[in-house]
């Protein structure tokens, strides 16, 4: 399967833990995204980058969250100290630079912080 | 007022109907249109994406886009259980990122 991968897939974790996604993109996509989508909610617009450099970064994104990508290839995105209201689906994407219009998404990582 | 408005039903139609869902959104300048398609507990999946106004058809799906009005459209033909799932318009705004619809929840009844 050459699509968008995310581990875990799922994560219950205590409040005040820190947590970490993992996302593989599709392997030529330059362009990576990170998005949160709660129940009944498109998805919310975290951070992305270009290759390795993080180009974008949400002004709702709290402190305690920051996401890499070392090489470019997979990146990784950290809450520290979870809340409640973390709880969420994180959504990783992927796209050619040419093309953000038509970026393909993994399967999501559903976070409950408890 | 948000910049993609979207009804988040349920719409309930049966098996074999035509399937029209819509988006409406605030700017202009706006040029790409996309919608996705996510199954319960699943990331988004791309349908069709559209530049500037217009239609596409891609099988039994039909995306139009009518700029003068800012409202995009998704007819779904001969319409299936399979297509139960929720569908997410969003536009790519100047600074290429997406916004999104908060998504319609369709329900092909067998």
């Known amino acids: 399967d050459t699509g968008v991968s995310q581990n875990p897939r799922h994560k219950i974790t205590k409040r005040g833990q820190n947590v970490t996604f993992r996302c593989d993109p599709i392997?030529?996509?330059?362009?990576l995204y990170w998005y949160r989508q709660t129940l009944g909610q498109g998805p919310e617009f975290l951070t992305y980058f270009q290759n390795e450099a993080q180009l974008e970064k949400s002004r709702l994104l709290s402190d305690r969250f920051s996401a890499e990508r070392p090489k470019g290839s997979f990146s990784t995105l950290e809450i520290q100290r979870t809340e409640q209201g973390d709880s969420a689906m994180y959504l990783c994407?992927?796209?050619?630079?040419?093309?953000?219009?038509?970026?393909?998404f993994g399967p999501g990582t559903r976070l409950l912080v408890l | 007022q948000k910049e993609v408005e979207q009804d988040p039903g349920p719409l309930s139609v049966p098996e074999g109907a035509i399937v029209s869902l819509n988006c409406t959104y605030s700017n202009s300048a706006f040029q790409y249109f996309m919608w996705y398609r996510q199954y319960s507990r699943k990331g988004p999946e791309l349908l069709m994406y559209?530049?500037s106004s217009g239609n596409k058809e891609d099988g039994r799906f039909t995306a139009q886009v009518d700029k003068s009005s800012k409202y995009i459209s998704l007819f779904i033909r001969d319409s299936q259980p399979s297509d139960s799932a929720t569908y997410l318009c969003s536009v790519e705004d100047s600074n290429y990122q997406l916004i999104w619809g908060a998504g319609t929840k369709l329900i092909i009844k067998p």
């Open positions: 994407a992927s796209s050619l630079s040419s093309g953000a219009e038509t970026q393909y």
């Open positions: 392997s030529e996509h330059n362009r």
């Open positions: 559209t530049y």
